[in-house]
T-cell receptor, first 110, second 116 residues
Framework: DAKTTQPPSMDCAEGRAANLPCNHSTISGNEYVYWYRQIHSQGPQYIIHGLKNNETNEMASLIITEDRKSSTLILPHATLRDTAVYYCIVLMYNNNDMRFGAGTRLTVKP | DSGVTQTPKHLITATGQRVTLRCSPRSGDLSVYWYQQSLDQGLQFLIQYYNGEERAKGNILERFSAQQFPDLHSELNLSSLELGDSALYFC???????????????FGPGTRLTVL
């Protein structure tokens, strides 16, 4: 599976959009991009995933570049409860063997 | 609430002992995954079972073993425990074993294991 690179930490003001980048330059054509987050020591929570089209759900939007070498997770109106570690994972089709990296620690500040 | 349950929530034991962690997947989910999260190693995938059979193996030690039962619940057995085995152990479930790119896994609240 392709490796991912994320900034170790980011800050965001409450109410603003949080844009979390992820580089996955070695991604192959049948690999999906998944985002999870982990709040404190709770179990990780699925956010969104995509293959090549941009995706949106009630939690977030996922923007994948045309060459698929990077993506951005967007939390449109960050709240204090969005403070968490966000993981970007690239996963082969037909494979649920997820490898979590260090992720990005997002701190939403009032 | 993800619908995945894990017991016990906390476990304190001594080195050399053996423990069993239990996981019940969401209703209808056929796959169960086990992860270990320690302070210095992050979240590490251990093993996956799909409908009773081992599907994928990660960084699982030989002292550790798992199984998935006919009712789809799973147990992770940790033996000859060492201080370094102290960690959070998460179970996750998904509806399938990896087909259709549906990697959406639902995680339980975890079991915190402390080895003294």
């Amino acid at each position: 599976d392709a490796k991912t690179t994320q900034p170790p930490s980011m800050d965001c003001a409450e109410g603003r959009a949080a844009n979390l980048p992820c580089n996955h330059s070695t991604i192959s054509g049948n690999e999906y991009v998944y985002w999870y987050r982990q709040i404190h020591s709770q179990g990780p929570q699925y956010i969104i995933h995509g293959l090549k089209n941009n995706e949106t759900n009630e939690m977030a939007s996922l923007i994948i570049t045309e060459d698929r070498k990077s993506s951005t997770l967007i939390l449109p109106h960050a709240t204090l409860r969005d403070t968490a570690v966000y993981y970007c994972i690239v996963l082969m089709y037909n494979n649920n063997d997820m490898r979590f990296g260090a992720g990005t620690r997002l701190t939403v500040k009032p | 609430d993800s619908g995945v349950t894990q017991t016990p929530k906390h476990l304190i034991t001594a080195t050399g002992q053996r423990v069993t962690l239990r996981c019940s997947p969401r209703s209808g989910d056929l796959s169960v995954y086990w992860y270990q999260q320690s302070l210095d190693q992050g979240l590490q995938f251990l093993i996956q079972y799909y409908n009773g059979e081992e599907r994928a193996k990660g960084n699982i030690l030989e002292r550790f073993s798992a199984q998935q039962f006919p009712d789809l619940h799973s147990e992770l057995n940790l033996s000859s425990l060492e201080l370094g085995d102290s960690a959070l152990y998460f179970c996750a479930s998904s509806v399938d074993g990896g087909a259709s790119g549906r990697g959406e896994q639902f995680f339980g609240p975890g079991t915190r294991l402390t080895v003294l």
